[in-house]
T-cell receptor, first 112, second 108 residues
Framework: NAGVTQTPKFRVLKTGQSMTLLCAQD?????MYWYRQDPGMGLRLIHY???????AKGEVPDGYNVSRLKKQNFLLGLESAAPSQTSVYFC???????????FGQGTRLTVV | GIQVEQSPPDLILQEGANSTLRCNFS?????LQWFHQNPWGQLINLFY???GTKQNGRLSATTVATERYSLLYISSSQTTDSGVYFC??????????FGRGTSLIVHP
């Protein structure tokens, strides 16, 4: 009964490096989301997906790319990391946009 | 997009006190959730409550969709209630938008 699982939990990158964050859900949800959380800002939406093979931009998409090749997985990529991308990243999923969303445990990313 | 405002931004209580947290939103919603982010950063689902009233132990929530607000009540607070409480709503876009949260500290 894993729910939403994020990999990795912690990562330190050097400026200019690339990485991929993986989100996996086992609830057969259609909708998946990536958020970032910065101090005092709440959670802001980066990208989202309403089904396998679809992606869309959220509030703060610049510097990130996503892919949803399989229904259960939603990948967030940073092609050239910048210190401004230091944040905690959360993935979530839901059956539809009007149903309860469930969150992963978060990934703490530091870019130096 | 839909705007979400939470109040108060910060709250400090003594153990045993009651509190009310408020979430105002700017448009009609089809989804409203309350979350608790514990000191370890984990987001815990408290209520899925687009309308009506629900209770779970010492916590209860009420959403008055026609007046565009929701309230979270915490009774007999405990130190383990400390953390940040978030309200998230979705409207026509069906994408959850978060408020900035209420930071709660409960002292023993």
């Amino acid at each position: 009964n894993a729910g939403v699982t994020q990999t990795p939990k912690f990562r330190v990158l050097k400026t200019g490096q690339s990485m991929t964050l993986l989100c996996a859900q086992d609830m057969n949800h259609e909708y998946m989301y990536w958020y970032r959380q910065d101090p005092g800002m709440g959670l802001r939406l980066i990208h989202y997906s309403v089904g396998e093979g679809t992606t869309a931009k959220g509030e703060v998409p610049d510097g990130y790319n996503v892919s949803r090749l399989k229904k259960q997985n939603f990948l967030l990529g940073l092609e050239s990391a910048a210190p401004s991308q230091t944040s905690v990243y959360f993935c979530a999923s839901s059956h539809t946009g009007a149903t309860e969303a469930f969150f992963g445990q978060g990934t703490r990313l530091t870019v130096v | 997009g839909i705007q979400v405002e939470q109040s108060p931004p910060d709250l400090i209580l003594q153990e045993g006190a009651n509190s009310t947290l408020r979430c105002n939103f700017s448009d009609s919603v089809n989804n409203l959730q309350w979350f608790h982010q514990n000191p370890w950063g984990q987001l815990i689902n408290l209520f899925y409550i687009p309308s009506g009233t629900k209770q779970n132990g010492r916590l209860s929530a009420t959403t008055v969709a026609t007046e565009r607000y929701s309230l979270l009540y915490i009774s007999s607070s405990q130190t383990t209630d400390s953390g940040v409480y978030f309200c998230a709503v979705s409207g026509g876009s069906y994408i959850p938008t978060f408020g900035r949260g209420t930071s709660l500290i409960v002292h023993p």
